[in-house]
């Protein structure tokens, strides 16, 4: 059925430097790039974007003038644009120039032609399933494991900026792109809470780094999924209704383990988001832009959103502090009683 989509080994060698999944993954892009003229053309838009810089106490945010991502930014996700839209990433709506390779069997990598990253990859699901974190996070570790050689892999909630809410899917791009990569260890150093530091996990909560976050890390997957768990559960005892409560997650692995960043969200979208006139800014937040590289497809909001406006979005679509605050103490109870 997907024979037509899965690129063979024969066609991925010249492009391949290694056995393992990060170095195929780099090599379908290479090969796309080739043969792929809508990837191609993504691709060298990259060259043509332009960057600005908001420093902040020991850590930045990044501003990226990306025109590629518009489809994306402003991408309509009510029940009604979705029933009535077919969905881009089953296998039968995929572009034919588009290939990808399987991953456990469920799974097909496929080069993002709207990219953000220098190399940029959507991870979704063969069938049609709805995007569920709460049954495949061990899947998302276990794909950042297979994939930690080059890349960072990350998870956008159905409500909080998946552009297909409605198929399941992950997304990975290069490691150290987004500045939480390099930040993170002096972040949490400075601004981290231990919840819990004891066996095989240690978990923090971080405030003042303009968006609230809980991290995660661990060599044991099970005692990671096991504390994504609870703090699923106990997210959402206060989260407002739906199937899930909203999260952006980020998982890094390296030889020492996982290192997970969840983001709770209060909103899906800031404030200037449906302002009228001038007073509009076309940027939603997702995995990337709380990664701290925040994407506007438009050179009108690239050029006058400000320090401030940077602050407000975050603190806008961040956890507020009362139900962030009763996510840590969720947490450092169940974690402890579990110990």
């Known amino acids: 059925m997907l024979d037509h989509i899965i690129l063979p080994d024969s ?13 195929k993954a780099h090599a379908l892009l290479e090969q796309q790039k080739s043969s792929w003229e809508l990837l191609r053309n993504g691709y060298e838009s990259l060259n043509t974007v332009e960057t600005r810089t908001f420093d902040f106490e020991g850590f930045a945010v990044k501003l990226q003038f990306n025109p590629g991502r518009l489809t994306s930014s402003s991408a309509k996700v009510d029940p009604k644009s979705i029933r009535e839209r077919k969905c881009f990433l089953c296998p039968a709506n995929l572009p034919a120039k588009q290939r990808g390779i399987f991953w456990e069997d469920e799974y097909l990598i496929l080069c993002n032609p709207y990219p953000i990253f220098p190399e940029h990859f959507t991870i979704s699901h063969r069938d049609h399933t709805p995007q569920r974190i709460v049954d495949t996070f061990d899947t998302l570790l ?52 231990p919840i819990i530091e004891r066996g095989s996990i240690r978990v923090y909560s971080v405030e003042g780094y303009l968006r609230r ?127």
């Open 11 to 23: 066609e991925l060698a010249p492009f391949c430097e290694g056995s393992d999944l990060a170095s």
């Open 142 to 193: 276990d794909m950042s494991k297979s994939l930690q050689k080059r890349y960072t892999v990350f998870y956008n909630g159905p409500k909080c900026g998946a552009s297909a809410p409605d198929h399941l899917h992950f997304q990975a791009g290069d490691k150290h792109f987004m500045p939480i990569d390099t930040e993170y260890e002096g972040v949490v150093g400075r601004m981290g809470t």
């Open 213 to 339: 976050f809980i991290a995660f890390e661990s060599d044991d997957a099970a005692a990671l999924a096991d504390a994504f768990r609870i703090l699923y559960r106990a997210f959402s005892e206060v989260a407002s209704g739906g199937d899930e409560p909203m999260m952006n997650i980020l998982s890094f692995c390296d030889s020492e383990g996982w290192r997970v960043v969840i983001f709770p969200r209060g909103k899906h979208r800031p404030s200037f988001f449906f302002a009228e006139g001038g007073r509009r800014i076309l940027l939603s937040p997702a995995s990337v832009d709380l990664g701290g590289v925040c994407i506007t497809p438009l050179e009108k909001d690239f050029q006058k959103i400000t320090r401030k406006d940077i602050i407000e979005m975050f603190e806008e679509v961040s956890l507020p502090a009362s139900p962030f605050e009763h996510l840590r103490k969720a947490l450092r109870r169940e974690l402890a009683s579990t110990q």
